[in-house]
């Protein structure tokens, strides 16, 4: 799991970050297959591209997993629902805020307006509601060290 930590920080940058069990659920371990491991909370540059603001969902399992139904969601409430959406085994999707077409590698929520503040928490829930990871930044990801 720790390489794969490594890789998403690698992968993403200063700005964005590894959003690894360790990171935010300290002394909990990680169990889940599907986590969030990656987040650009602030889309660089001045034009304020929403397609620059993501979150990354990975799947470390081999095995595919339907995330229909499932949600991303802010602290504010504002929720993603994967619709008609499989995650393949050892792979990521990248959860856009703006407008764009829907593909395996990238899907897109269609707003007008930022959604990841400087300082929040991205919850993914299942397609029954339960928790099932989340990552905080800012003034939250300060709290925990």
């Not at 660089?44 to 499932?70: H, K």
């Not at 959406?85 to 990238?106: P, W």
């Not at 307006?113 to 991205?122: E, L, Q």
């Amino acid at each position: 799991m720790t390489a794969v930590a490594a890789v998403a920080a690698a992968a993403v940058g200063a700005v964005a970050l590894p959003a690894s069990a360790a990171d935010h659920h300290p002394g909990r371990p990680h169990h889940s297959e599907v986590f969030i491991s990656g987040v650009q909370y602030d889309s660089p540059g001045r034009d304020r591209n929403l397609n620059r603001e993501w979150v990354d969902i990975s799947n470390s399992s081999r095995r595919a997993v339907n995330l229909d139904g499932w949600t991303l969601a802010d602290e504010d409430g504002h929720t993603y629902t994967f619709d008609h959406y499989r995650l393949a085994g050892r792979s990521t999707v990248r959860v856009h805020t703006g407008f764009g077409r829907d593909n395996r590698t990238d899907v897109f929520q269609d707003r007008r307006k930022s959604v990841w503040d400087r300082s929040d928490t991205a919850t993914l829930r299942n397609d029954r509601g339960r928790f099932v990871d989340d990552a905080s930044w800012g003034r939250h990801h300060r709290g925990h060290h």
